[in-house]
């Protein structure tokens, strides 16, 4: 059983930024894959970034050269730098962690961008 907790959420304004964090309740170090979606009201929910255990990642085209991704296996935690954040950025993002067949899901943070 593996245990998400997402931190770092709020309210910015346009052009602001924010980091999120992902706390896993095991070393990530055995992760294939974790990744960062959101969910807007009414809206399906989305991939937003990818990285896998050797490092590579991925990113939705509404997000690239404005999101990075990271994660520190030291600390068990990924993180998601947002910068440059744009109203519709405005969601409740979530972490996945996929490992050995099973994915796994946080609870979710609120991050809301308005002036």
């Known amino acids: 059983q593996v245990q998400l907790v997402e931190s770092g959420g709020g309210l910015v304004q346009p052009g602001g930024s924010l980091r999120l964090s992902c706390a896993a309740s095991?070393?990530?170090?055995?992760?294939?894959?974790m990744a960062w979606y959101r969910q807007a009201p009414g809206k399906q929910r989305e991939l937003v970034a990818t990285?896998?255990?050797?490092?590579?990642?991925d990113y939705a085209d509404s997000v690239k050269g404005r999101f990075t991704i990271s994660r520190d296996n030291a600390k068990n935690t990924m993180y998601l730098q947002m910068n440059s954040l744009k109203p519709e950025d405005t969601a409740v993002y979530y972490c996945?962690?996929?490992?050995?067949?099973?994915?796994?899901w946080g609870q979710g943070t609120q991050v809301t961008v308005s002036s």
């Open positions: 996945n962690a996929h490992l050995r067949s099973l994915v796994y």
């Open positions: 095991v070393s990530i170090f055995s992760i294939s894959t």
């Open positions: 990285i896998i255990r050797g490092g590579s990642t």
